[in-house]
């Protein structure tokens, strides 16, 4: 800082010969930046053509689509609120007991699936699997399966909500085990604490803020999942949402996505405040 | 025993220990407040959500014996016909399969694209102003919090039964949840760079480019790869609303009770997500190391 010197342009040019290098393109380095975005592309133009995407369509589909929007202003009710309302309440629900039973589910097989706390290789790698399984199929087509089991409404929607998110959890808890300090754990032991109070005071205080953290989101993201089930007819707000759209009730259907609009803010930011509270403004990822 | 190793006075002792109980009771209290409130809301959303453990317990033999009835019947003494009959249309659904993956990826580029253009002009650091900042930090929400299924059922009226809606439904969800973690990513970069670049007199254009983007690129390829893994589960399922794919066979196979049609699909998806979880994420694990264990 101090004694400083002006700035010649002989120096520029030294340092610019001092780091050659990085300013040389070599034939190979440009060839790797070049082949990114050439791959993207070449992808992109074979998937275009493979789906044989029919560019003539866009420009009615936009003008209809145009008219959809028009169609939406003013949104109305329909004269039915109250149904709409109770169709909102059914989300809620089918949110807050899915991701309730898929925590109490979730919670018990994490410690067979986490590397620290498996009785067994073998069964940790079987349970990793079926995790895997699990969360391999969309929420949907288990809400499909539970319509088909307990008939249609909002029960198939929290069966079908609870196991997907088994799935999820039980891998993301597992996780959670994993990265937990050894060392507390051992000096529970260490003092002649049996194996379950070493998990009850060496493991859930490391584990509890992180797994708080993760329902409260998953409760936030299945309020937005939960919205759609209702299609298959499980219950909630999407039943509504895509008779309306079949018949093009533009209007309704802007009153009902305004509804889940504001719903789904006023639940962020009470989860939000809740996550606050529980693991401090610091921590959150 | 304490007492003689701890040697501490017999009243602090007690002090300490009334201390501590108090400080105990007051967090039972409180989490006893927490349970009783969502046992609450636990009865209410039950009542609400209809729900009836009686009725699943009667139909429960209906869930457990589906997967039973989904499952191929294959024997070892005629496995290859076996196999071969249960995946009889084999060429058709990998064909499908493909569909959903390149309509994932079209939706992925697209989605992010867009984000990408937009993130510099919704993050607070970056941001030249503040009007354009909130509305499109508002545009964001509005398009990650409308499920993709309701885009995607609006474009299939629009556009017409075929892979195009299905594209522009993931590409519009994509674009929500990219542009928020795109605008988070630039949110928290290192703003020496920039000030750096801001000092020399150049312009937004450049500040970003030389300033910002270095530090982000990495990120946002990543948000990517994994988003993309997403939409190819997304993207079997907006396929039964009629926006291509192949979510269109696999809900026809559920509802018309196909089951081992069901379990091959299924199991097509499950082992393509696998395949392309496994592949992306060798591709992020590469490019978290290029960042140089940030």
Redesign the interface.
Known sequence: MSARRPIRNEDASAVLARHRDLFDDSALRRATTLAAPLGILGFTIFAVWWLAIPFSQIGPGLASLGKFIALMFPPSTGGHLNLLLKAMGETLAIALLGTLIATVAAFPISFLAAKSTSPHAAIRFAIRRCLDTIRGVDALIWALVFVGVVGLGPFAGILAIAVSDTGALGKLFSEAIEATEERARESVLASGGTSLLAVRFGLLPQILPIIAGQILYFFESNVRSATIIGIVGAGGIGLQLSEQIRTYDFDQVAFAVMMILVTVAVIDWISSKLRFAIIGRRAVC | MTSSLLSVPQARLEALLADYQREVGRRRRQSLLVLAI?AI??V???H?????LG??AR??S??TS?FGRIIPKLTAANFGADVADWYWNLAGWLKLL??TV??A??GT?FGAAGAFMIAFFAAANLAPNNILRWSIKRSF??C???????FA???V????L???AG?LAISIHSFGTLGKLFTEAIENIDMKPVEGVRSTGSRFIEMVRFGALPQVMSGFASYTLLRFEINV??G??VG??GA?GIGQD??VA??KFYYTDVSAI?LM??VC??IIDLVTERIRHRLSGQEGGR
């Open positions: 969502l809301l636990i209410m959303a039950g609400v959500g209809e729900v009836d009725n699943l139909h429960i209906n869930f589906y493909l569909d390149l309509i990826y079209l580029l929400e509005f990650r919090t409308v499920p993709d299924l309701v059922l609006m474009f009226s629009a556009f017409g075929g892979p195009l594209i589960r997304s079997s399922v039964m609303v291509g696999l809900f559920i509802r299924l998806i499950i997500v696998a």
